[in-house]
C-alpha cells in the first residue's frame, strides 16, 4: 500500500533498464519500497539493473517482457499482479529512433511508435486494469517535452511521445474515482544512454531529477509532472509560437 | 473504454462527504474512501447493513479482497479502508438496547455514536467512561482502536470499561466476548482485523451535571510543563497539556495546561443548578470543501500558537465549561480536517514509557527544530495498560500532533522520530497512523505474533483486511 505520502510498496518498472526508472526505483527503495519486478527483455543489463537494487535492499524479482508484442502482455503482467499488490507501475520503456534514418526507413519508423505507443497503450491498460481490480496504486508514464509540440529534429520519437500523453490523460480522467491515480511525467532533455552524443538542449536534467519529481508528483497525487519545473511555463509559451517562426528556432 | 466505467457515486469524494439524504444500504456502493487525514484514497464497495442477518451477509459475501467495518471515519490513517475489497459502514447499526440507569451499564449497537451515547445518557446522569478529543466516534471504533482519553491516567482506555461485546467473526457466526479472553484482548485495539462487533456492553461513569470544572495554567517549557503534569494530573479525573511546537530556544514546548473534573452540582451558579444535565454541543459552520492548500503554514501556525499561548491564563482555577469545549472543541467546525486542503495531513502520536523523558525531550527538540506547523499537539499522561494485544496505550508519555502532509522532509523526519520512539520501547498509535515502517511494529507491539496467530486461526481465508493490515502486515 502507499503510504500517506504516496510512496510504494511495491513497484513494477515496465522498461526495467531505463536509467530513469532505476533512478526512481533507487529513491524509492531508499524510503519504502520493499518489492520491485523488473520487466524487460531479458539481458544482462537487465539483471545488473536487478542486482543494483538487490544491493539496496529491495527484493527484485526479473520478468521477460517486450513491448513490441502487445499479444503477451495480458499474460506477463498478469502473472506479476497475480503474486500481490503492485502499488506503483512506472511505464518507462521507450526509444528514441535515429530520425534522420528513420525518415528514409518507414519500417524502423514504425518501430518507434509501435514501441513508444502501441505497446504503452497495451501495457498501460492492462495495468490500469489489475490496478482497478486492486482498488488502488499510481500509473507513472514517462512521456516527453517532444510530445509537447512537433520539432523538425525529432519529431517520430515526439509524434509517439504525443499520443501516449493523450493517451495517458484519458486514462487518468477514465480512472478518477476508482482508486488509481495516472501521472503523466513530462521530461525535457534528460542526459542518458538514450541522448548519448546529442547536442544538449537547454534546460536539460538528470534522472534523478527526474526521480525527485516523480516522489513529488506522488505525494502531490499530481496528474502532470514536467521536469524541470520551469518547462511548464517555457513550452506553454512555445505552444503558441506560429509554426513560421517555430520551424526556424533552434530546438 | 467500457472497461473502466465505474457507478461512482460522488466524484471520488469520501464517504464522510456523500450526502445523508442516499444511504448506502445493502446494495454495495464503489466509492474512494479516506482517513480522517484525508491521504492516500482507495476505491472500496461500500455498504451499510441495517441489521446484523445484513452485516453477516456482507461478511459471508466479502469476496477475495475481504471487508472491513468502518464507524464514523475518525481514524486518522487507511485503518476503515479497503481497496478493491468491501468496507461495511457500520453507522446503520445504530440502536440502544438498554440502559441500566441504576448500575451504570449500557447495551447498544456498535454503530451508536459517543455523541448520541452523551445525549441519551447525561439527563439520566451518566457519562462515557472513556470520550476521545472528538464525540464522533462509534462504539465499535472505540473498542476497535481501544480509544483513550485526557483521563487515561484514572480510567485507562475505552477498553476496560466494556463488560463484554457481540462479535461477528470471518464464518458469518456472531459470538458473544466477555473480558479476559484471547479474542476480547485481540479486538480491543485490534482495528476490526478480528471481526464485525455488532453491539457492546459498557459500563458508564456517573455524574451530577454537564459542566467541566477546569483548571489552567501556563507552563514556560518542556521541563516546566512535565514537571506540573506529574504534580497535578493524580488530582484531575482529566488531564492535558497543548503544547506549542513552533517555539524554539528557551520556549521550546511552552504549554498550556488544563485539568477538569466533572463540576459537583453546589459548585454551579443557580440558574445552571435548574437544569445542570442539559447538555449543549455549539455548532460553527462546515469548513468549505475547497480550501486552499497552505493555508496552515509557519506563519500563521505560529501566530495562532503565539495567541492561543498568550490567551490562556497564567494560572486559573474552577471555571466551568461545557463538555463539549472542554472535551471536543473540534466538533464545533464540521468537517475541519478540509482546513489543511486537498494534501491532507498526517497525525503523529506516540507514547515512550516514564523514565524515557529523554527521548521525549529529543522528539520535540527536532519537531521544533524541523519547523513542523502543528496547531493541534497535545502532550498527556497515561496510567496503567490495558491487556489488548494492539492497545495504544503504556505507563508513559504520549505526544499527538498534526502535521500537512505537504511538508516538505516530513516522511524522513517522521521515520527518524520512529526509530527514536522505537529505540525507547515506546510506540505509535494505529489508529492515527497512515505511514510507519512495517519492520518496525513488532518491536513497538510485543503481542503482534499472537494476534497475527489468532488472525490466522480465527480467520484463515483472511476476510477482515483493511489497507492498515496490508500496509503493516498485520
Not at chain 1, 105 to 125: C, I, K
Not at chain 2, 8 to 17: L, N, Y
Not at chain 2, 370 to 396: I, M, N, Q, T, Y
Request: charged residues 20%; hydrophobic residues 45%; contains cysteine.
Amino acid at each position: 500500500m502507499k503510504d500517506a505520502f504516496g510512496l510504494p510498496q511495491s513497484l513494477l518498472v515496465l522498461g526495467g533498464t531505463s536509467e530513469i526508472a532505476l533512478a526512481t526505483a533507487r529513491r524509492l527503495v531508499a524510503r519504502r519500497t520493499r518489492v520491485v519486478w523488473l520487466a524487460g527483455r531479458p539481458s544482462p543489463a537487465l539483471e545488473t539493473a536487478a542486482e543494483q537494487l538487490r544491493a539496496v535492499g529491495a527484493d527484485v524479482h526479473t520478468v521477460a517482457f517486450d513491448a513490441l508484442d502487445p499479444d503477451s502482455h495480458e499474460a506477463v503482467l498478469g502473472k506479476v499482479f497475480a503474486e500481490g499488490d503492485i502499488d506503483l507501475v512506472l511505464l518507462a520503456f521507450g526509444v528514441l529512433g535515429d530520425q534522420a534514418h528513420d525518415e528514409r526507413d518507414p519500417a524502423a519508423a514504425v518501430r518507434v511508435a509501435q514501441t513508444n505507443y502501441t505497446g504503452a497503450v497495451s501495457a498501460a491498460l492492462v495495468s490500469a486494469r489489475a490496478l482497478q481490480t486492486q482498488g488502488h496504486g499510481s500509473l507513472v508514464v514517462l512521456s516527453s517535452v517532444a510530445g509537447e509540440r512537433a520539432r523538425r529534429a525529432n519529431f517520430i520519437y515526439g509524434s509517439s511521445k504525443a499520443g501516449l500523453d493523450v493517451f495517458a490523460q484519458g486514462l487518468g480522467d477514465a480512472l478518477y474515482g476508482t482508486g488509481v491515480h495516472v501521472m503523466v511525467v513530462r521530461p525535457g532533455f534528460v542526459r542518458t544512454r538514450m541522448t548519448a552524443g546529442l547536442p544538449q538542449a537547454p534546460l536539460a536534467t538528470t534522472p534523478e531529477a527526474v526521480a525527485t519529481a516523480i516522489e513529488l508528483g506522488l505525494r502531490r497525487r499530481s496528474e502532470t509532472v514536467w521536469v524541470p519545473g520551469a518547462l511548464r511555463l517555457v513550452m506553454s509559451a512555445l505552444r503558441h509560437v506560429p509554426r513560421a517562426v517555430f520551424r526556424r528556432l533552434p530546438l | 473504454m467500457s472497461c473502466f466505467k465505474n457507478n461512482r457515486s460522488h466524484k471520488g469524494d469520501t464517504v464522510a462527504d456523500m450526502p445523508a439524504s442516499t444511504p448506502p444500504g445493502t446494495v454495495p456502493v464503489r466509492t474512494t474512501v479516506t482517513g480522517w487525514g484525508r491521504t492516500a484514497p482507495t476505491a472500496a464497495r461500500v455498504v451499510r447493513p441495517r441489521t446484523y442477518e445484513e452485516a453477516a451477509a456482507a461478511v459471508r459475501g466479502c469476496g477475495s479482497r475481504g471487508g472491513i467495518p468502518r464507524g464514523l471515519g475518525r481514524a486518522y490513517g487507511d485503518a476503515a479502508q479497503n481497496a478493491g475489497g468491501f468496507v461495511l459502514d457500520m453507522t446503520g447499526l445504530d440502536r440502544i438496547h438498554a440502559i441500566d440507569a441504576d448500575g451504570g451499564t449500557v447495551l447498544c449497537d456498535a454503530g451508536v455514536s459517543l455523541h448520541r451515547l452523551m445525549e441519551v445518557l447525561l439527563p439520566l446522569g451518566w457519562f462515557v467512561p472513556v470520550t476521545p478529543g472528538t464525540r464522533q466516534v462509534t462504539v465499535g471504533g472505540a473498542i476497535g482502536a481501544d480509544i483513550h482519553g485526557k483521563n487515561h491516567h484514572v480510567s485507562g482506555s475505552f477498553s476496560r470499561h466494556v463488560l463484554s461485546f457481540e462479535l461477528l467473526t470471518a464464518d458469518g457466526e456472531i459470538r458473544t466476548v466477555g473480558r479476559g479472553t484471547p479474542l476480547f484482548d485481540a479486538t480491543a485495539g485490534g482495528m476490526g482485523l478480528t471481526g464485525v462487533i455488532l453491539t457492546a456492553t459498557v459500563r458508564l461513569l456517573p455524574v451530577d451535571t454537564a459542566l467541566m470544572s477546569v483548571d489552567t495554567e501556563r507552563a514556560t517549557d518542556l521541563d516546566d510543563l512535565m514537571a506540573r503534569l506529574t504534580a497535578t494530573d493524580h488530582r484531575h479525573r482529566y488531564s492535558v497539556a497543548w503544547i506549542d511546537l513552533l517555539a524554539r530556544g528557551a520556549a521550546t514546548g511552552r504549554a498550556v495546561l488544563t485539568c477538569g473534573d466533572h463540576a459537583p452540582l453546589d459548585t454551579l451558579p443557580a440558574r445552571a443548578r435548574r437544569r445542570p444535565l442539559d447538555f449543549r454541543t455549539p455548532r460553527l459552520p462546515s469548513a468549505p470543501a475547497f480550501l486552499p492548500e497552505g493555508l496552515l503554514s509557519r506563519t500563521t501556525v505560529g501566530l495562532f500558537n503565539e495567541l492561543w499561548y498568550r490567551k490562556a491564563p497564567r494560572a486559573r482555577t474552577g471555571e466551568l465549561q461545557r463538555i463539549s469545549s472542554f472535551f471536543h472543541p473540534l466538533d464545533g467546525v464540521p468537517h475541519w480536517n478540509r482546513v489543511y486542503g486537498r494534501g491532507g495531513f498526517v497525525q503523529y502520536q506516540f507514547v515512550v514509557g516514564y523514565g524515557r523523558e529523554d527521548a521525549l525531550r529529543r522528539i520535540v527538540r527536532r519537531i521544533s527544530e524541523h519547523r513542523c506547523p502543528s496547531f493541534l499537539a497535545v502532550l498527556k499522561r497515561f496510567g496503567e495498560a490495558d491487556p489488548g494485544w494492539l492497545s495504544f496505550p503504556l505507563p508513559g508519555w504520549t505526544l499527538a500532533l498534526d502535521i500537512p502532509a505537504s511538508l516538505p522532509g516530513l516522511g524522513a523526519l517522521l521515520d527518524q522520530l520512529d526509530e527514536e520512539v522505537a529505540a525507547a520501547g515506546g510506540r505509535v498509535y494505529l489508529a492515527k497512523d497512515a505511514r510507519l515502517r512495517p519492520e518496525l511494529l513488532a518491536a513497538m507491539y510485543p503481542r503482534l505474533d499472537d494476534f497475527r496467530d489468532l488472525r490466522a486461526k480465527t480467520d484463515p481465508r483472511g476476510v477482515f483486511v483493511s489497507d492498515l493490515s496490508r500496509r503493516l502486515a498485520l
